[in-house]
């Protein structure tokens, strides 16, 4: 694991494509990467940028989730960890995790389709945790679908339930909760601004999210709620495997100019400054982290 706060160059810092060629099934396993992907497990170090706080987070058992959740529980945060059920494993990994950091976890498997699981889960955080002051809508289900000709109803009903109604489920229900200095943060995607031809469905998505992130921004900062958004690059977790084809692994973040994939340990800073108070004035921003990049 790469020391994450030495200065140094980082097109070398972590892992360079070519990767192993390697497939899975969704929703995909970490420990079955190759490389192993870095969430932080033993480099991020906490400085009390949130104490604390209570936070959800979705998609939290793997990926950018999984350092999101080790990153605020170093920074003194208790959270609440939404994931699909057969994820329950990577999911009490985590757990574990933040317990070791003296903080409370909340272990709440559903799948987010279903407009009562997030209200449920909204539900428990909030009565497990004793209340709720951060939500990461972090989840996120990435089909590709080569061809117009190819394209199925049934896709793009997958995306939009898993990708965007949940922005509106979860937040609805967590906002009679949230009091002022609270922070909703959503997770775009290079995709919604310069999208891959055969991720239209996916991409279409996360522009929606970003959109979404700047709308809400605006009905929520009334309340002193402030909603912004990351928009990661290519980052190495069990999406990818799951759902991109081997010839795209192996080449796997050589289209950025930093030349490699980002791991998802840094995605946490980003996520941490946006949940946390020295973000006071940032207000329906999506912060691209993505090797070079751009967006917008
Ligand atoms: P990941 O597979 O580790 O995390 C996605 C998580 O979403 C899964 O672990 C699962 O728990 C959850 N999920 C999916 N469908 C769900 C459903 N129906 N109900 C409940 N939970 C569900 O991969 P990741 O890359 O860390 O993905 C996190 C977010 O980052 C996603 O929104 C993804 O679109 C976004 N993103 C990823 C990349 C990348 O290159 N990995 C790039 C840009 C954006
Ligand atoms: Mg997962």
């Given at each position: 694991m790469a020391d994450m706060y030495t200065p140094q160059d980082?097109?070398?810092?972590?892992?360079?494509?070519?990767?192993?060629?390697?497939?899975?099934?969704?929703?995909?396993?970490?420990?079955?990467?190759?490389?192993?992907?870095?969430?932080?497990?033993?480099?991020?170090?906490?400085?009390?940028?949130?104490?604390?706080?209570?936070?959800?987070?979705?998609?939290?058992?793997?990926?950018i989730g999984r350092a999101v959740a080790i990153a605020y529980a170093?920074?003194?945060?208790?959270?609440?960890?939404?994931?699909?059920?057969?994820?329950?494993?990577?999911?009490?990994?985590?757990?574990?995790?933040?317990?070791?950091?003296?903080?409370?976890?909340?272990?709440?498997?559903?799948?987010?389709?279903?407009?009562?699981?997030?209200a449920e889960v909204v539900e428990k955080a909030v009565a497990e945790l004793g209340g709720l002051d951060i939500l990461v809508i972090n989840a996120g289900t990435m089909p590709t679908v080569d061809s117009i000709d190819d394209f199925e109803t049934k896709t793009l009903d997958h995306v939009v339930k898993a990708n965007i109604y949940p922005l509106?489920?979860?937040?609805?229900?967590?906002?009679?909760?949230?009091?002022?200095?609270?922070?909703?943060?959503?997770?775009?995607?290079?995709?919604?601004?310069?999208?891959?031809?055969?991720?239209?469905?996916?991409?279409?998505?996360?522009?929606?999210?970003?959109?979404?992130?700047?709308?809400?921004?605006q009905q929520l900062i009334e309340r002193g709620i402030r909603v912004n958004g990351v928009a990661p690059g290519p980052i190495w977790t069990p999406l990818q495997p799951a759902f991109v084809p081997n010839e795209k692994i192996e080449e796997f973040g050589s289209q950025t100019p930093m030349g490699r994939a980002g791991q998802p340990v840094e995605l946490a800073p980003a996520f941490v400054f946006l949940a946390s108070q020295e973000s006071s004035y940032v207000v329906g921003e999506t912060i691209a982290v993505t090797g070079g990049m751009p967006v917008h």
């Open positions: 980082p097109t070398t810092q972590f892992p360079r494509p070519p990767f192993p060629p390697q497939q899975q099934d969704g929703p995909g396993d970490i420990h079955k990467m190759d490389p192993a992907p870095d969430h932080g497990e033993k480099t991020y170090i906490g400085k009390g940028r949130l104490p604390e706080r209570k936070a959800l987070i979705t998609g939290a058992d793997s990926g170093r920074e003194g945060a208790d959270v609440a960890l939404s994931y699909l059920a057969e994820e329950q494993k990577q999911a009490e990994e985590v757990a574990d995790l933040v317990r070791a950091e003296g903080r409370t976890a909340v272990l709440l498997p559903g799948d987010l389709q279903q407009e009562s699981t997030n509106f489920w979860l937040t609805k229900a967590a906002s009679p909760h949230l009091k002022p200095g609270a922070s909703i943060i959503t997770t775009s995607s290079v995709q919604g601004f310069n999208p891959s031809p055969s991720l239209a469905e996916y991409a279409t998505s996360k522009a929606g999210i970003a959109n979404w992130t700047r709308a809400m921004s």
